[in-house]
């Protein structure tokens, strides 16, 4: 995901598959937890590279197939993208950049017939938290995990088909989700 090449031979390969491009889903991501003066400094770029880079460039190489089909860009964020948590500092700057990103690209292809939308999902039970470095912070995620019924990647899955069956008339721009017992 973070190689120029490679993501341009992924998207041509798609297209070439099935003729077209119709929705992007940028969906890799890692949160790499740790307050910031004990975080490493190989997390952190880690993080700007596989949650922000790549998924710019994969819009922009998938931009003209899209443009073409008039179709629909998925970015997921987190809830991270809007309330910025200590321990969090470099994943939220990531998340926070999604949704800049989101917007200002929904701007410039609205005309196109483009749609772009944002998901911010809360705690999904996923392996995400698997590779985080600071044991504090894992120890931490796992007793929030604990604590809550967490959301699915089935419940993720359904914001994204519902953004994307509306109607061409309508851009669902954000979907928040989080779970019923999530305070934050």
Known sequence: MTKSDDIAQMIEKAVEEFGRLDILVNNAGVMLLSPLAEARGEDLRQMVEINLIAL??????????????????????????????????????????VVAFSEAVRREVYADKVRVTVIEPGLVLTELGDHITNPGMKAGLETRKAAMEGLEAEDIAAAVLYAVTQPPRVNVNEILLRPTDQER
Not at 62 to 90: E, F, M, Q, T
């Open 56 to 97: 710019m460039e994969l819009t922009r190489v998938a931009l003209p197939h899209l443009k073409a089909s008039k179709g629909h860009i998925v970015n997921i964020s987190s809830v991270a993208g809007r309330v910025a948590n200590p321990g969090a500092s470099g994943y939220a700057a990531t998340k926070f950049g």
